[in-house]
């Protein structure tokens, strides 16, 4: 996938998984998937794996995922301000998950090239 596929408009994200009652973060958390997979070039993320974990702990292990994302995001960016993945956490923990993917959206959007809100 070319690096211009993972950069996205953070806005329209926004907007559209309000409109859709939060069913297009989940289009967005498979984007990001990829994303992160490419930002660390192997595949450590699986869209698959995400989707069934978090049905079957009803929503817990989305947390955890977006903690880990966090961190790996930071690590990749060679930012290791750990407080971003603990605010991710909060975030999620509150149902402001949309909040977190914004934050790690606008990290990726960075690492390949593109500063697009």
């Given at each position: ?25 989940i ?18 993320y ?17 947390i955890?995922?977006?903690y ?19 605010v991710?956490?909060?975030?999620t ?8 993917d914004?934050?790690q ?13």
């Open positions: 996938m070319p690096a211009s596929e993972h950069v996205r408009n953070i806005g329209k994200d926004i907007i559209f998984t309000i409109l859709t009652c939060g069913l297009f973060n289009y967005v958390q498979s984007r990001q998937i990829n994303a992160v997979n490419a930002m660390m070039k192997e595949e450590k699986n869209f698959l794996h995400w989707s069934l974990f978090t049905l079957l702990t009803c929503g817990i292990y989305h955890y995922h977006e880990r994302k966090s961190t790996d995001i930071a690590l990749t960016m060679k930012d290791h301000d750990r407080n971003e993945a603990l991710c956490i909060i975030l923990i509150f149902g402001m998950s949309i909040i977190a914004a934050i959206q606008t990290h990726i959007n960075r690492h390949f090239g593109s500063t697009k809100l």
